[in-house]
């Protein structure tokens, strides 16, 4: 099956600390890549929807120029946190598309704690 | 109104017994509906899509109601490992949100000895 991989898998920082994640789509080129983000006892929201070498699109409420996303290839795209504060801990899951595009696969997630 | 509506739960049941799902959507244009589950402090895992004609894969079995726009679960014999977050899930079929999916909240079940 497709295989993406999210780096890092949990990450601490201070507040005020920009934090950079890594989705890269590992065996299938993924035209399309979705960011997550999952509070506590939460269901997924999705933040963003980006598309290969265009600019993503972010859902009402999601401040793009904190959340940066970069889709520069069809095996990787990056969100990146900039100035993060505590209220921006979540997990955050990425999930790419390709071969189908109504079929997501998801990586596994990144836990990230901001003090 | 949201999207994708989904039971509440928890469901607490026995090991044996049979437990249903059901989950709402409000978009009618919808073409895609998929289960997954989530296991905890991990990332959802596809558990089926639901096609029109209802399917089965072992134990589980998914339908597809399009008149009343809603779609379900039903786990029979359930397992200690079947424990986890149910989350249904409809794809968004407009223009440049193409592929999208709206998610419900998610059903929590917990199977018990």
């Known amino acids: 099956g497709a295989v993406v991989s999210q780096h890092p898998s949990w990450v601490i920082c201070k507040s005020g600390t920009s934090v950079k994640i890594e989705c890269r789509s590992l065996?299938?080129?993924?035209?399309?890549m979705f960011w997550y983000r999952q509070f506590p006892k939460q269901s997924l929201m999705l933040m963003a929807t980006?598309?290969?070498?265009?600019?993503?699109?972010?859902e009402q409420g999601v401040e793009k120029d904190k959340f940066l996303i970069n889709h520069a290839s069809l095996t990787l795209s990056t969100l990146t946190v900039t100035s993060a504060h505590p209220e921006d801990s979540s997990f955050y899951i990425c999930s790419a598309s390709g071969r189908a595009v109504y079929e997501q696969f998801f990586g596994p997630g990144t836990r990230l704690t901001v003090l | 109104r949201k999207e994708v509506e989904q039971d509440p739960g928890p469901f607490n049941v026995p090991e044996g017994a049979t437990v249903a799902f059901n989950c709402t959507y409000s978009?009618?244009?919808?073409?895609?509906f998929f289960w997954y589950r989530q296991d905890c402090r991990k990332e959802p895992k596809l558990l089926m899509s639901?096609?029109?004609s209802g399917n089965e894969d072992g134990r589980f079995t998914a339908q597809l109601n399009r008149a009343s726009q809603y779609i379900s679960l039903l786990i029979r014999d359930s397992k200690l490992s079947d424990s986890a977050t149910y989350l249904c899930a409809v794809n968004a079929d407009r223009g440049s949100t193409l592929g999208r999916l709206y998610f419900g909240r998610g059903t929590q079940l917990t199977v018990w000895p």
């Open positions: 065996d299938f080129q993924a035209t399309t």
């Open positions: 639901v096609y029109s």
């Open positions: 980006s598309n290969e070498g265009s600019k993503a699109t972010y």
């Open positions: 978009n009618s244009a919808s073409q895609s």
